[in-house]
């Protein structure tokens, strides 16, 4: 009996990266396989949703099929898991790889590309410390020819900790795996220095302890993600080069009240024996499973609807930010990728004044055939008042984006929903209610692309 694929993930599955992974595990078990044109649908029984997706256009003998589940970590989870196997994955099972994917290149953000991502890495190593680890660039922008300093020491550390670099080019002149400690403070010590005013990350070195820097404060409490990240990773690579002194965190910024024992860092701390300067870390348990299938996330709506207009309709997605998944580019008319800004004037917001943020839909689909963009904001069902008021809030996307490059679109804004057993909707401004039973239920008003995408799947099945 052959064995099935199984994508277990918080995120919006993507073709590209599904093609990527596909190559990966092709090329590491010497396998022979042929990709085709990649379609992602939902698995319906009797017209409702299984809450699994199959992949086709994979094609691979040692392989019978290719699904994939929504999932929810119950903190710090990478992006994909995967696992081998006949069966549905449980808790107990053994994944091939752990893959953490961004789109994000050391061209926008040093930090974010790198240092971000990395504590998900150490905290993987908890719970299934043999799985390969995978650092996935799905870049949309042009890599940058000259890497940062951040980012060659981010990336060295991640390939000491051994962790793989695909979708990027590296120069394995530069990119190579830390041997010694000295190696790391030498050359975190020659990086640039940080700019004025704020904390650098530094190591400073003794004999029966390793000092680093680094603010760890933020928006109240312990939530400095780049921070967080570069010395959770800097921790981990210094006791696997078998340093078994102190590792005292400085300058952190931190009071006791928020060191709690839920936080990912609290519990990183706990496992690679790292101090607080001037604080007590508290004893730290581990949640006891890594993650969890998700039955009650919004997202459960809005990447349904996603993957069903993209798979069974002329129409796409143009800009989505599914709860709970990395936000993506939003898309011109020409394909060209555009970040969305998260405030109308910073300066002012920096100044407290809040009426700055821009608020954004969960996803933006657009139907060229009918000459529409949608507007779609995600919801639980018992939030879905709270959706509806929401859709009052697009004015400034729709017209500083949306009107600027799709000029002559008309534009429809509405709330997709997960939850509860209803069968039916009343209110006007929902789109689409996907039940915990799987059942499909349109709206009274629901966008024309949604009709047809829901008829076009039904009629697949049937």
Request: aromatic share 12%.
């Amino acid at each position: 009996m052959k064995n099935n694929l199984w994508f277990l993930t918080e995120e919006r599955p993507k073709k590209e990266v599904l093609q990527t992974i596909f190559q990966k595990f092709a090329k590491d078990y010497r396998f022979a396989v042929f990709v085709d044109t990649l379609r992602i649908f939902p698995i319906l029984e009797n017209n409702k949703f299984t809450f699994t997706y199959e992949v086709t256009g994979f094609r691979c003998n040692k392989v019978d099929k290719v699904y994939i589940k929504t999932v929810s970590g119950n903190s710090s989870f990478t992006d994909f898991l995967i696992f081998y196997q006949k069966d549905e994955p449980t808790i107990n099972d053994q994944p091939i790889y752990a893959i953490e994917e961004t789109k994000t290149d050391d061209k926008e953000s040093r930090n974010t590309g790198v240092y971000q991502r990395c504590s998900k890495f150490v905290f993987i190593q908890n719970y299934y410390p043999t799985v390969r680890k995978i650092m996935l660039y799905s870049l949309q922008i042009e890599q940058k020819e000259n890497p940062t300093d951040t980012y060659i020491f981010g990336t060295r550390l991640l390939l000491t900790l051994g962790v793989e670099i695909l979708g990027k080019k590296l120069d394995f002149s530069i990119f190579k795996p830390f041997e010694t400690v000295d190696e790391i403070i030498e050359l975190k010590a020659n990086m640039r220095k940080a700019p004025k005013g704020n904390v650098p990350i530094t190591l400073t070195k003794s004999k029966n302890k390793i000092e680093i820097s680094g603010r760890l404060f933020k928006s109240g409490g312990l939530s400095h993600d780049p921070n967080i990240g570069a010395l959770s990773i800097i921790c981990a690579v210094l006791r696997k080069l078998e340093w078994k002194n102190q590792l005292v965190i400085t300058q952190h910024g931190l009071k006791q009240e928020h060191v709690g024992k839920t936080n990912k860092f609290v519990q990183i701390a706990n496992k690679l024996n790292i101090s607080l300067q001037g604080l007590t870390v508290p004893k730290a348990e581990l949640n006891s499973d890594y993650w969890k299938y998700d039955i009650d996330g919004e997202k459960l709506g809005t990447i349904f609807i996603h993957l069903v207009v993209e798979n069974f309709t002329e129409g796409y997605s143009i800009f989505e930010n599914h709860a709970g998944c990395e936000k993506g580019y939003f898309y011109t008319k020409e394909g060209e990728p555009v970040p969305l800004a998260k405030y109308k004037d910073r300066a002012k917001y920096k100044d407290g004044d809040k009426e700055q943020i821009i608020y954004i839909p969960d996803l933006i689909l657009i139907d060229f055939g009918r000459s529409e963009v949608i507007n779609v904001e995600g919801k639980k069902y018992k939030f879905r008042k709270d959706g509806i008021k929401e859709l009052n809030n697009y004015e400034y996307i729709e017209k500083n984006y949306i009107q600027k490059h799709y000029p002559k679109f008309k534009i429809i804004r509405t709330v997709v929903l997960y939850g509860s057993k209803e069968q039916e909707i009343i209110e006007i401004e929902i789109g689409f209610l996907l039940n915990e039973n799987g059942e499909l239920i349109l709206g009274i008003k629901a966008p024309k692309l949604f009709n047809e995408a829901i008829t076009n799947l039904l009629d697949f099945w049937n």
